[in-house]
Protein backbone atom coordinates (compact mmCIF):
# COMPACT_ATOMS: atom_id res chain seq x y z
CA UNK A 1 0.00 0.00 0.00
CA UNK A 2 1.51 3.27 -1.36
CA UNK A 3 1.59 6.11 1.55
CA UNK A 4 -0.21 8.97 0.56
CA UNK A 5 1.20 12.53 1.11
CA UNK A 6 -1.37 14.60 1.92
CA UNK A 7 -0.63 18.14 3.19
CA UNK A 8 -3.91 19.48 4.69
CA UNK A 9 -6.56 18.41 7.04
CA UNK A 10 -9.71 19.61 8.56
CA UNK A 11 -10.07 20.71 12.24
CA UNK A 12 -13.49 21.35 14.06
CA UNK A 13 -12.44 23.00 17.79
CA UNK A 14 -15.58 22.52 20.17
CA UNK A 15 -16.98 24.42 23.62
CA UNK A 16 -16.83 21.50 25.72
CA UNK A 17 -19.46 23.92 28.09
CA UNK A 18 -21.93 23.39 25.37
CA UNK A 19 -24.50 20.66 25.45
CA UNK A 20 -23.35 17.61 22.53
CA UNK A 21 -26.70 17.82 20.88
CA UNK A 22 -26.11 21.88 20.00
CA UNK A 23 -22.55 20.89 19.46
CA UNK A 24 -23.53 18.11 16.88
CA UNK A 25 -25.65 20.65 15.02
CA UNK A 26 -23.21 23.70 15.17
CA UNK A 27 -20.98 20.85 13.39
CA UNK A 28 -22.52 20.15 10.97
CA UNK A 29 -23.53 23.37 9.96
CA UNK A 30 -19.86 24.42 10.08
CA UNK A 31 -18.57 21.34 7.58
CA UNK A 32 -21.28 21.99 5.40
CA UNK A 33 -20.62 26.08 5.05
CA UNK A 34 -16.82 25.34 5.42
CA UNK A 35 -16.78 22.97 1.88
CA UNK A 36 -19.85 25.09 0.30
CA UNK A 37 -17.64 28.08 0.70
CA UNK A 38 -14.39 26.80 -0.26
CA UNK A 39 -12.94 28.43 -3.23
CA UNK A 40 -11.54 24.50 -4.42
CA UNK A 41 -13.53 21.84 -3.78
CA UNK A 42 -11.79 19.43 -5.83
CA UNK A 43 -8.54 20.03 -3.79
CA UNK A 44 -10.93 18.76 -0.56
CA UNK A 45 -10.34 15.19 -2.77
CA UNK A 46 -13.87 14.14 -2.12
CA UNK A 47 -14.36 10.81 -3.17
CA UNK A 48 -16.38 7.52 -3.53
CA UNK A 49 -15.52 4.57 -1.29
CA UNK A 50 -16.76 1.33 -2.66
CA UNK A 51 -17.19 -1.60 -0.29
CA UNK A 52 -16.95 -5.35 -1.80
CA UNK A 53 -20.39 -5.49 -3.02
CA UNK A 54 -19.98 -2.51 -5.03
CA UNK A 55 -21.50 -0.27 -2.72
CA UNK A 56 -20.42 3.44 -3.32
CA UNK A 57 -19.93 5.37 0.17
CA UNK A 58 -19.73 8.98 -1.78
CA UNK A 59 -18.51 12.04 -1.22
CA UNK A 60 -15.52 11.30 1.58
CA UNK A 61 -12.26 13.25 1.79
CA UNK A 62 -8.98 11.48 1.96
CA UNK A 63 -8.06 14.23 4.30
CA UNK A 64 -8.12 13.41 7.97
CA UNK A 65 -11.17 15.43 9.86
CA UNK A 66 -9.60 16.07 13.81
CA UNK A 67 -12.61 16.94 16.67
CA UNK A 68 -10.80 18.70 18.97
CA UNK A 69 -12.05 20.48 22.90
CA UNK A 70 -12.07 24.10 23.70
CA UNK A 71 -12.44 25.21 27.36
CA UNK A 72 -14.61 28.14 26.68
CA UNK A 73 -15.74 30.64 24.23
CA UNK A 74 -12.65 32.70 24.16
CA UNK A 75 -10.18 30.18 23.55
CA UNK A 76 -12.26 29.82 20.02
CA UNK A 77 -12.48 33.48 19.86
CA UNK A 78 -8.64 33.88 20.12
CA UNK A 79 -8.21 31.01 17.59
CA UNK A 80 -10.61 32.50 15.03
CA UNK A 81 -8.28 35.61 15.32
CA UNK A 82 -5.35 33.52 14.54
CA UNK A 83 -7.27 31.74 11.34
CA UNK A 84 -7.71 35.62 10.60
CA UNK A 85 -4.08 36.38 10.57
CA UNK A 86 -2.82 33.22 8.96
CA UNK A 87 -5.74 33.54 5.76
CA UNK A 88 -6.99 29.91 7.20
CA UNK A 89 -10.79 29.09 5.30
CA UNK A 90 -12.74 28.25 7.72
CA UNK A 91 -16.35 28.75 9.37
CA UNK A 92 -17.57 29.73 13.12
CA UNK A 93 -20.96 29.00 15.08
CA UNK A 94 -22.05 30.94 17.87
CA UNK A 95 -25.08 31.32 20.04
CA UNK A 96 -26.93 33.64 18.22
CA UNK A 97 -27.40 31.13 15.58
CA UNK A 98 -29.34 28.84 17.17
CA UNK A 99 -32.85 30.48 17.90
CA UNK A 100 -35.37 31.66 15.57
CA UNK A 101 -35.61 31.49 12.13
CA UNK A 102 -32.62 32.03 10.12
CA UNK A 103 -33.35 36.10 9.65
CA UNK A 104 -34.04 36.16 13.21
CA UNK A 105 -30.64 34.47 13.43
CA UNK A 106 -28.85 36.95 11.19
CA UNK A 107 -30.72 39.95 13.10
CA UNK A 108 -29.74 38.41 16.29
CA UNK A 109 -25.83 38.17 15.17
CA UNK A 110 -25.94 41.53 13.58
CA UNK A 111 -27.35 42.93 16.89
CA UNK A 112 -24.54 41.44 19.00
CA UNK A 113 -21.13 42.91 19.52
CA UNK A 114 -18.47 40.30 18.34
CA UNK A 115 -16.91 40.05 22.33
CA UNK A 116 -20.61 39.27 23.61
CA UNK A 117 -21.23 36.23 21.21
CA UNK A 118 -20.46 32.33 22.33
CA UNK A 119 -18.37 30.59 20.71
CA UNK A 120 -20.00 27.14 20.08
CA UNK A 121 -17.10 25.90 17.66
CA UNK A 122 -15.04 26.34 14.72
CA UNK A 123 -14.20 24.32 11.87
CA UNK A 124 -11.18 24.89 9.18
CA UNK A 125 -9.19 23.01 6.38
CA UNK A 126 -5.72 23.64 5.33
CA UNK A 127 -2.26 23.52 5.54
CA UNK A 128 -1.96 20.63 8.13
CA UNK A 129 1.44 21.39 9.42
CA UNK A 130 0.38 25.12 9.85
CA UNK A 131 -3.12 23.90 11.64
CA UNK A 132 -1.22 21.57 14.00
CA UNK A 133 0.68 24.51 15.27
CA UNK A 134 -2.35 27.20 15.68
CA UNK A 135 -4.11 24.10 17.36
CA UNK A 136 -1.63 22.62 19.87
CA UNK A 137 -2.94 23.66 22.71
CA UNK A 138 -6.47 22.18 22.35
CA UNK A 139 -6.99 17.96 23.25
CA UNK A 140 -9.00 15.88 21.26
CA UNK A 141 -12.29 15.53 21.76
CA UNK A 142 -13.04 12.04 23.08
Given at each position: ?QV????????????E????????????????????????????R??S??????????????????????????????????????????????????????????????????L???????????????L???????????
Amino acid sequence: MQVENLTNKFVAVLNEKIPVGNLMNALAHMAAGLVGAYPNISGMRFDSYFDKDGGDHRSISDHPFIILKAENSNQIRNLRLELIANNIHFVDFTNTMTVGTSQEQKDGTKQTPELELEYYGISMFGDKVLLSTLTKKFSLWR
